[in-house]
T-cell receptor, first 114, second 112 residues
Framework: DGGITQSPKYLFRKEGQNVTLSCEQN?????MYWYRQDPGQGLRLIYY???????QKGDIAEGYSVSREKKESFPLTVTSAQKNPTAFYLC?????????????FGSGTQLSVL | GENVEQHPSTLSVQEGDSAVIKCTYS??????FPWYKQELGKRPQLIID?????GEKKDQRIAVTLNKTAKHFSLHITETQPEDSAVYFC???????????FGGGTRVLVKP
């Protein structure tokens, strides 16, 4: 059960603090994604990257930042500008499959505000 | 952009009965429709997908149907079992290389 690893599993943020969530994959996938999961709201796309050194905003990018310096890594920073950061964060990578992208998810990081 | 609506948000069924989850999408150019299952405390996993050139696809007890004209697709689970209890997400996208848009999820509870 490896492939895509997120850390830490639980993270706590203080007021005004930036925190960084780690996402590493050894699947050799080009594309990687960050989703936010809130109860009853499904999976909302924060940022995605289709290739190294390139990334695009998703539907709810405000208050977040990312980098993609290596193919294997796609860290997400939750900045102090994100006023409601408490959520479950899922990282994913993908491969083309049958006309679409098949996503492989990490096990997630639960972020809470102190 | 694409918008995907999913109903119902919760579904309780008796073991052995069928469960149906419905999704509608807004982008007529979408042509790939996967379903993901997330068991409690676990990561979402792809369980079945369908392309727009196919109207129905089956895999054992699960099936997906697609109506491109009406822009809706559905997941059917027959002979439900306790291990089918999970949150199910539908999604839609254009061709490979395009991002997926997910529905809000359906929490399915199978009662023994």
């Amino acid at each position: 059960d490896g492939g895509i690893t997120q850390s830490p599993k639980y993270l706590f943020r203080k007021e005004g603090q930036n925190v960084t969530l780690s996402c590493e994959q050894n699947l050799n996938h080009d594309a990687m994604y960050w989703y936010r999961q809130d109860p009853g709201q499904g999976l909302r796309l924060i940022y995605y990257s289709q290739i190294v050194n390139d990334f695009q905003k998703g539907d709810i990018a405000e208050g977040y930042s990312v980098s993609r310096e290596k193919k294997e890594s796609f860290p997400l920073t939750v900045t102090s500008a994100q006023k409601n950061p408490t959520a479950f964060y899922l990282c994913a990578s993908s491969i083309p499959s049958r006309g679409g992208e098949k996503l492989f998810f990490g096990s997630g990081t639960q972020l809470s505000v102190l | 952009g694409e918008n995907v609506e999913q109903h119902p948000s919760t579904l309780s069924v008796q073991e052995g009965d069928s469960a149906v989850i419905k999704c509608t999408y807004s982008d007529s150019a979408s042509n790939y429709f996967p379903w993901y299952k997330q068991e409690l405390g676990k990561r979402p996993q792809l369980i079945i997908d369908i392309r727009s050139n196919v109207g129905e696809k089956k895999d054992q007890r699960i099936a997906v149907t697609l109506n491109k004209t009406a822009k809706h697709f559905s997941l059917h689970i027959t002979e439900t079992q306790p291990e089918d209890s999970a949150v199910y997400f539908c999604a839609a996208s254009r061709a490979a290389g395009n991002k997926l848009t997910f529905g809000g999820g359906t929490r399915v509870l199978v009662k023994p």
